[in-house]
């Protein structure tokens, strides 16, 4: 059945920190060996409230929900029996049977002296089902905390706000990711084994990937080259093996080993000097049916030099 509510989700959110890396060098002398700690101590409890609003903005507490656009709420009924329509204020104001006016005195405002408007985070770890009201809620609060919560690991790799100690993480999409990650990895190690079968495959996929093997590396060592490149970065080796124009790039590759390709500036220029252009350009021009002769010729002093090697 479809989870259909105007304020709530069906998402599981792991509020996770962040690994601390060079944050305690300087700090304790074994800082390297705490580099996966976001905290110095053990069993922290760190407790967070809704930030409050410069003098520029009229001070108070932050506004995490509208008191506006109502919509239908459908676990909460009116006298007769029928959903209510509630603005976000409204409806959470009858589930936590209190005002949550943001602007009402600090002695009777929820957000600054009610207990469950601040979120505790024991053990540097937190579960928070959306679907459940006063999870929302703490949820709510702990993203106004913008500076010190990362909105995912993404947000998170590509900010890298220096006061960020927590990341929230959607556990269904990072199931996701672990399957994808997997796979990726399944199928790279799948491709690695194809083509460490032969010396030449090692060879040509290297030339491809942009490196130039040593004629003299012997089998153990082109494996490790390969190995290298698919350590680094599985998605990228995966790409180029299974590229649709991976023999047009071998072609190419082996065109300017044979020196009848020359590349300048990632312009590539025939040894009569004829400028064709980009790579994607080269690949096109060779496949042309008035070029095939040239490249006919080209094939020739390849197969040329593969008899030699």
Known sequence: MVFNHPYLKDKIIDVKPVEAGQKWKGIVSNYREKENDPFLFKKVVKSFELPLNSASKGGGVAIIMDSVTKSVCPDVMNDAGKPEELTEQEYFEK???????????????????????????????????????????????????NSKFAASPQAYRTIRRASYEYVFTNVDEMRDETLERLELEAKAYSLFDSVCKSESDMRDFLRVAGKSPSDVSNIKQLKASVGKLMEDDREIFVEILDDPLYEDKLFIADGRRAGNIDLNRNIYTLDSGVEIGTLSDTIHWFNKEENQETRLRVQAMIDQLREIE
């Open 95 to 145: 589930i936590i049977g209190k005002s949550l006016n943001p602007y009402l005195p600090k002695d009777t405002n929820f957000w600054r002296m009610d207990s469950r408007a601040r979120v505790q985070i024991r053990d540097a770890r937190l579960r928070l089902d959306l679907k459940s009201p006063m999870d929302m809620l703490k949820f709510k609060i702990l993203s106004a905390n």
